[in-house]
Each structure stands twice: as structure tokens, then as C-alpha cells.
């Protein structure tokens, strides 16, 4: 995988951002505040970390990447697309009549490994991915991201008793931690911290970054936290990060920008690249 | 689970008496695992209910114990699946189906991975341990769910066959048994072919159209029909989907009556299933469904349960006769 620095990274959330705005404004549906949260943690995974392309997608040792919580799927299309698994055009189509992009993730869409979308399931098919790669003594690691919110599910749960009782040392889990669901905060809906000793609790090597910054991201993803144990990064994010109305606002779960409110979005985010680009001259 | 009569018509019939399914079951995917490294078992604390502790004993590579959570079960059976394992995950029918519905039909099946699902003592297999313990509601839950084949072995071959054939299979299957012995219901040279009802014996007079474990009842009532001079017909519609209209429509238009048989609620299974073909094709003829009735079931072992509601030689003579005569019942 080619070199990518920070700076160049943070150049391509922007502009996924727009694109991810631009989708959800397009297909006047989507899942707006975890995209813009998650955005950053799939550009370092997509770009810097996991070891699938286009042309491996069908190897048996690429690594795997399962998106539990799917609903934030606009802004993985967004960084597939990027990545060259479909043209960025197709990012109209999502949740148009009879097209394949639908408003969470399906095997239908190259790239993707598992239809998720109801929560709480992605960890429990990531144990078995790992698995299958211990029997199979197969280099690949395996991936999940995991909203805060969905933490509540009990399966996830099992899954973690799970992944520390058979030592997957190939498996890590990421927590998009903004703190925020559907209907408020974590803490009012059902509280669930503190993440990091529960995690550890079950048995995991847990790792604690900033969400958003580029060299934490990749230290912690590089490599697993400890040999024998399963790796738990619990990701500070902002939900609606990149726009400033978006940011920390829980009604933006799921709220479809007007067409005021996607200019003005975009025009932030134009300004920040614009800012960025002066930086980088 | 068979009267002294039904004991008897067995043996004039050279019905022998086989294992359980549940033992058929155990031994067919061990030697199939043993030929095949790919092909996994998942357990939730199931090994032993499962008849897989010497599958474990001989395999202890190619079996996944995931303790008491049978949605990990079927999430860990689908990632495996995903990754080119042929993983067959296996629990009671019970909770595999209740409790994991969401992971069966996003996980499995909408996923679409080569993952087959093991319901063991399904049914009323768990008699008197309750409802909680009864799965009467699977048929009717999963075949409401796109890509997923579902079979209901009625005896050890058609459970060894549709093993055999799962392995093979590169979609989802689901196949629910019991775990009390069974008569060997086939001749040696019976063909089984996923989605194909086994005529077990022609007649015009009526049919029965039983799957799983309810079959034999089926086959007795018949021959004690036979007696009478009565000449049915007994299917054996292993494979609940796809179903095999083609089989159940000329049954419909060939014979005076029919009458189904499950051991599962009477909503949403075999029954209605054949009821649906019959109806939309345009095939009118004295029709029944027998099943476990929408009440509270009664207490009692599998065989009480089966007794009670009618799933006996005698309980479907009787029904087959009453539907055939002048003044229909009900």
C-alpha cells in the first residue's frame, strides 16, 4: 500500500465528507452524524491499514472489514468508492429505486463483506472470521467498527467472552465513541462506561485514541495491542465532525440536510480544505 | 410414541427400527468432517444434547463451543461460513430459532453464506419440559425468510441424505429433527433430492402429506386404511422449501382428500404451505391441516403430545376416514 501522510489523509475526510453529505442529501435518507464520526478511522483503515483492494477482494487472506454498525454505511461508500471498488458516480443511486446501494450495507456492493445493519451482529461474524483464520493459520486480521450506542445489544457481549476465550489476537474491534445515539446521550439512554474496564474485563487488550487523529488511528490499528488477546479501540469521536452545526447534536443521527443547510455544510468543509491546502503550500 | 396396533402394522409393513435421528445426524456430519477438514461444527453448549461429544473427541479442531448464547452461535457459524468454512451450526430447535431469528436472516441468509443451521429435538422432541423447550414456531418463522433451505427428515436416511447434502450446498440450509428413534421409512433404493417429496406409497383415496417425524403415523394409517379398502397416499415432504408444489398439486388432483401433517403449530407450516399451493392453483378438495393447535400444549412426553392432538395411526385413520365420508367433520 502506497505512502500516505496525515496531511493527506486529512485532505481526503474532507472531501469524503462532502461526498458522504452529498449522497445522504442526494438519496434524502441516510445516517448523517456517525458517517461524518467514523470518517477518519475508515480513511486509516481503508488507506493505510487493512490489506484488501479491488484486485484482492476475492483473496482468502485479505484482511476483513465488518461495519456493525451499518447504518453508517454512506460514508463507507464514500471510501470504497475512493478506493476504487465502484466509480464514485454510483454514489447517486444509494437508495434509489432498484439500486444495489441500499441504506445499509449489502454483499451486493464490492468491498463489502457481511449485510449488517441490525446492530450488535458484526462482532459476533467478526469471532468467526477470526476463527477461521487461527484454524486456517491464515495471515489476515479482521475488523469490525462498533457504535457506542449499539453497545447495548447483549450479543456484543457474547461475542467479546468470546473473542478473549479463544485468544484472537487477529481480531480488534473499534468503538466509534461520540457518545451520542438516536435519542441523546449514551448516558441518559443506557450507560455505558466505563468502556475501557469493561472491555477489559471480558479480556481484551484495550487501546483509547482520538477518533479523528491520524497517527493515534494508525499506531493503534498498526498492529494487534497484545499478543493472545483480542484488541478493543474505543475511538473519541465528535458526531457531525466537520460541521459545526452537525457537531455533538444527536437530531443529526439521521437528519437529511436541506439544501440551505447542505450548502452551508459544504462551504465549511470547502473552507477547511481550502485552509488545509494553504497549510501544505 | 406407537400403540401395540401401530407396533404391529409396523412389523407387517418390515418397518425396522432405526436410531434417532439426532444419532444419524452426529455420526453422518463426523464422517463427513472427517473427510472434509473445512467442515465445522458450532456448538452452544449443545455437544452433548447434540450427540457431538465424539465428534469432539475425533475432531477437536472442527468444533467451536461458543457456551450459552446462541447468537453468537449463529454470527460465529456465519463468519466462519464467510471465510470458507463449511460451518454447521447446531442447538436445541428451541432457542437456535427464537432467540437467534435476527442472525439466521441477516447473518445467514440475506449475507447469503454457506452456513447450515441444525435444529436438534425440534418440535415437541423435549415433551414435557414445556413450551419454552417446544419449537413450534420455526417452520412458519423461516419460511417467511428469502434463501433459506428447509428440511424435515422424516427417518435416519433422508437425515443422512439432507447432511450430505448441506455439506455440499453453497447457500443456507436449516434442518430440524427430533431425538427419539425411528423407523427406517425407505427402500435401499429411494433416491433423495433436496426438494423432491418421496411418495412412500401410491393410493387415490386420499393422501397424507407428513414431514419429519410425523411420517410414519402417516405410513401406519395408511396401511390400516388399506385394510378397509381404502387406498391413500403417503408423502413424504422432507423438503419444506422449496416446496414441491408439482408433487402436491397432482396429489391434490388425483386423490379425494388431504390431509397434512407437522409437528409444528398449525399456522404457518407444512400446512399452510400446502394449502397456499393447492388454493392458487385452483385445486378444491377436502383438506386438513395436522398440527399442534394454537392452546397451551399439553404436558406430557412427545408421545402423549403426538397422541393427543391426533399424530398417531389411529388419531389419522380416524380423520382421514371422517373427511372422505358424505357429512365432513368440523
Redesign the interface.
Given at each position: 500500500m502506497s505512502k500516505i501522510t496525515d496531511h493527506e489523509l486529512e485532505l481526503k475526510s474532507v472531501r469524503l465528507r462532502k461526498k458522504t453529505l452529498e449522497a445522504i442529501f442526494e438519496a434524502g435518507a441516510g445516517h448523517t452524524g456517525g458517517g461524518l464520526s467514523c470518517m477518519d478511522i475508515l480513511n486509516v483503515l481503508y488507506n493505510r491499514i487493512l490489506r484488501v483492494s479491488p484486485e484482492t477482494i476475492s483473496d482468502p487472506n485479505r484482511d476483513r472489514y465488518v461495519q456493525s454498525k451499518g447504518h453508517s454505511v454512506e460514508a463507507l461508500y464514500a471510501v470504497l468508492a475512493d478506493r476504487g471498488f465502484f466509480p464514485e458516480s454510483e454514489l447517486k443511486s444509494i437508495c434509489r429505486y432498484q439500486s444495489p446501494f441500499v441504506g445499509h450495507p449489502t454483499r451486493h456492493i464490492p468491498g463489502i463483506e457481511m449485510n449488517t445493519g441490525a446492530l450488535g451482529h458484526g462482532l459476533p461474524i467478526g469471532v468467526g472470521m477470526a476463527i477461521a483464520g487461527k484454524m486456517n493459520n491464515a495471515p489476515y486480521r479482521v475488523f469490525t467498527l462498533l457504535g457506542d450506542g449499539e453497545l447495548a445489544e447483549g450479543s456484543n457481549w457474547e461475542a467479546a467472552m468470546a473473542a478473549a476465550h479463544y485468544d484472537l489476537d487477529n481480531l480488534t474491534a473499534i468503538i466509534d465513541h461520540n457518545t451520542l445515539q438516536i435519542s441523546g446521550h449514551t448516558h441518559d439512554v443506557m450507560s455505558n462506561e466505563p468502556l475501557d474496564e469493561k472491555w477489559r474485563a471480558f479480556g481484551w487488550a484495550v487501546k483509547t485514541v482520538n477518533g479523528h487523529d491520524f497517527t493515534e488511528l494508525t499506531d493503534a490499528l498498526s498492529k494487534p495491542a497484545a499478543a493472545g488477546k483480542p484488541t478493543c479501540i474505543i475511538a473519541n469521536t465528535v458526531k457531525g465532525r466537520g460541521v459545526s452545526f452537525m457537531e455533538n447534536t444527536a437530531k443529526w443521527h439521521h437528519g437529511v440536510p436541506s439544501e440551505a443547510e447542505l450548502k452551508q455544510a459544504l462551504s465549511e468543509l470547502d473552507a477547511a480544505e481550502a485552509k488545509l491546502k494553504e497549510v501544505a503550500r | 410414541m406407537f400403540t401395540p396396533a401401530a407396533k404391529a402394522m409396523a412389523e407387517k409393513l418390515g418397518l425396522k427400527m432405526g436410531r434417532a435421528n439426532l444419532d444419524e445426524f452426529a455420526a453422518a456430519l463426523q464422517e463427513l468432517a472427517k473427510a472434509n477438514p473445512n467442515i465445522?461444527a458450532v456448538t452452544s453448549d449443545s455437544r452433548g444434547s447434540g450427540k457431538l461429544a465424539p465428534f469432539g473427541q475425533a475432531l477437536p479442531?472442527q468444533l467451536?463451543e461458543?457456551?450459552i448464547?446462541e447468537?453468537?452461535l449463529?454470527?460465529?457459524?456465519?463468519?466462519?461460513?464467510?471465510?470458507?468454512?463449511k460451518?454447521f451450526g447446531v442447538s436445541p430447535a428451541c432457542f437456535l430459532t427464537a432467540r437467534s431469528l435476527?442472525?439466521i436472516k441477516?447473518?445467514v441468509c440475506?449475507?447469503?453464506?454457506p452456513a447450515t443451521l441444525v435444529g436438534i429435538s425440534a418440535g415437541v422432541s423435549y415433551g414435557a419440559l414445556g413450551s419454552t423447550h417446544h419449537s413450534l414456531h420455526d417452520l412458519a418463522t423461516l419460511r417467511a425468510i428469502n434463501n433459506l433451505t428447509i428440511i424435515v427428515p422424516a427417518d435416519n436416511f433422508e437425515t443422512r441424505e439432507a447432511i450430505r447434502a448441506a455439506a455440499k450446498a453453497v447457500h443456507p440450509f436449516f434442518i430440524r429433527f427430533g431425538k427419539a428413534a425411528t423407523y427406517d421409512l425407505h427402500r435401499p433404493e429411494t433416491k433423495f433430492a433436496v426438494g423432491q417429496a418421496i411418495t412412500l406409497r401410491d393410493g387415490k383415496d386420499f393422501a397424507f402429506i407428513g414431514t419429519g417425524e410425523t411420517v410414519v403415523h402417516c405410513l401406519l394409517a395408511a396401511a390400516q386404511l388399506a385394510e378397509r379398502g381404502l387406498n391413500g397416499r403417503v408423502l413424504s415432504l422432507h423438503t419444506v422449501k422449496p416446496l414441491d408444489a408439482e408433487t402436491i398439486l397432482k396429489a391434490g388432483r388425483e386423490c379425494k382428500a388431504i390431509i397434512t401433517v407437522e409437528e409444528h403449530s398449525v399456522h404457518g407450516g407444512l400446512g399452510e404451505a400446502c394449502a397456499a399451493a393447492l388454493l392458487q392453483a385452483g385445486v378444491s378438495v377436502p383438506f386438513r391441516i395436522v398440527g399442534i393447535p394454537d392452546e397451551d400444549t399439553v404436558t406430557g412426553t412427545q408421545a402423549d403430545i403426538f397422541r393427543h392432538y391426533g399424530i398417531s395411526m389411529e388419531g389419522l385413520a380416524t380423520l382421514a376416514t371422517k373427511l372422505m365420508s358424505p357429512i365432513r367433520p368440523m
Amino acid at each position: 500500500m502506497s505512502k500516505i501522510t496525515d496531511h493527506e489523509l486529512e485532505l481526503k475526510s474532507v472531501r469524503l465528507r462532502k461526498k458522504t453529505l452529498e449522497a445522504i442529501f442526494e438519496a434524502g435518507a441516510g445516517h448523517t452524524g456517525g458517517g461524518l464520526s467514523c470518517m477518519d478511522i475508515l480513511n486509516v483503515l481503508y488507506n493505510r491499514i487493512l490489506r484488501v483492494s479491488p484486485e484482492t477482494i476475492s483473496d482468502p487472506n485479505r484482511d476483513r472489514y465488518v461495519q456493525s454498525k451499518g447504518h453508517s454505511v454512506e460514508a463507507l461508500y464514500a471510501v470504497l468508492a475512493d478506493r476504487g471498488f465502484f466509480p464514485e458516480s454510483e454514489l447517486k443511486s444509494i437508495c434509489r429505486y432498484q439500486s444495489p446501494f441500499v441504506g445499509h450495507p449489502t454483499r451486493h456492493i464490492p468491498g463489502i463483506e457481511m449485510n449488517t445493519g441490525a446492530l450488535g451482529h458484526g462482532l459476533p461474524i467478526g469471532v468467526g472470521m477470526a476463527i477461521a483464520g487461527k484454524m486456517n493459520n491464515a495471515p489476515y486480521r479482521v475488523f469490525t467498527l462498533l457504535g457506542d450506542g449499539e453497545l447495548a445489544e447483549g450479543s456484543n457481549w457474547e461475542a467479546a467472552m468470546a473473542a478473549a476465550h479463544y485468544d484472537l489476537d487477529n481480531l480488534t474491534a473499534i468503538i466509534d465513541h461520540n457518545t451520542l445515539q438516536i435519542s441523546g446521550h449514551t448516558h441518559d439512554v443506557m450507560s455505558n462506561e466505563p468502556l475501557d474496564e469493561k472491555w477489559r474485563a471480558f479480556g481484551w487488550a484495550v487501546k483509547t485514541v482520538n477518533g479523528h487523529d491520524f497517527t493515534e488511528l494508525t499506531d493503534a490499528l498498526s498492529k494487534p495491542a497484545a499478543a493472545g488477546k483480542p484488541t478493543c479501540i474505543i475511538a473519541n469521536t465528535v458526531k457531525g465532525r466537520g460541521v459545526s452545526f452537525m457537531e455533538n447534536t444527536a437530531k443529526w443521527h439521521h437528519g437529511v440536510p436541506s439544501e440551505a443547510e447542505l450548502k452551508q455544510a459544504l462551504s465549511e468543509l470547502d473552507a477547511a480544505e481550502a485552509k488545509l491546502k494553504e497549510v501544505a503550500r | 410414541m406407537f400403540t401395540p396396533a401401530a407396533k404391529a402394522m409396523a412389523e407387517k409393513l418390515g418397518l425396522k427400527m432405526g436410531r434417532a435421528n439426532l444419532d444419524e445426524f452426529a455420526a453422518a456430519l463426523q464422517e463427513l468432517a472427517k473427510a472434509n477438514p473445512n467442515i465445522i461444527a458450532v456448538t452452544s453448549d449443545s455437544r452433548g444434547s447434540g450427540k457431538l461429544a465424539p465428534f469432539g473427541q475425533a475432531l477437536p479442531k472442527q468444533l467451536v463451543e461458543v457456551g450459552i448464547a446462541e447468537q453468537n452461535l449463529v454470527g460465529i457459524t456465519a463468519g466462519l461460513a464467510a471465510c470458507g468454512k463449511k460451518s454447521f451450526g447446531v442447538s436445541p430447535a428451541c432457542f437456535l430459532t427464537a432467540r437467534s431469528l435476527e442472525q439466521i436472516k441477516n447473518d445467514v441468509c440475506y449475507s447469503d453464506v454457506p452456513a447450515t443451521l441444525v435444529g436438534i429435538s425440534a418440535g415437541v422432541s423435549y415433551g414435557a419440559l414445556g413450551s419454552t423447550h417446544h419449537s413450534l414456531h420455526d417452520l412458519a418463522t423461516l419460511r417467511a425468510i428469502n434463501n433459506l433451505t428447509i428440511i424435515v427428515p422424516a427417518d435416519n436416511f433422508e437425515t443422512r441424505e439432507a447432511i450430505r447434502a448441506a455439506a455440499k450446498a453453497v447457500h443456507p440450509f436449516f434442518i430440524r429433527f427430533g431425538k427419539a428413534a425411528t423407523y427406517d421409512l425407505h427402500r435401499p433404493e429411494t433416491k433423495f433430492a433436496v426438494g423432491q417429496a418421496i411418495t412412500l406409497r401410491d393410493g387415490k383415496d386420499f393422501a397424507f402429506i407428513g414431514t419429519g417425524e410425523t411420517v410414519v403415523h402417516c405410513l401406519l394409517a395408511a396401511a390400516q386404511l388399506a385394510e378397509r379398502g381404502l387406498n391413500g397416499r403417503v408423502l413424504s415432504l422432507h423438503t419444506v422449501k422449496p416446496l414441491d408444489a408439482e408433487t402436491i398439486l397432482k396429489a391434490g388432483r388425483e386423490c379425494k382428500a388431504i390431509i397434512t401433517v407437522e409437528e409444528h403449530s398449525v399456522h404457518g407450516g407444512l400446512g399452510e404451505a400446502c394449502a397456499a399451493a393447492l388454493l392458487q392453483a385452483g385445486v378444491s378438495v377436502p383438506f386438513r391441516i395436522v398440527g399442534i393447535p394454537d392452546e397451551d400444549t399439553v404436558t406430557g412426553t412427545q408421545a402423549d403430545i403426538f397422541r393427543h392432538y391426533g399424530i398417531s395411526m389411529e388419531g389419522l385413520a380416524t380423520l382421514a376416514t371422517k373427511l372422505m365420508s358424505p357429512i365432513r367433520p368440523m
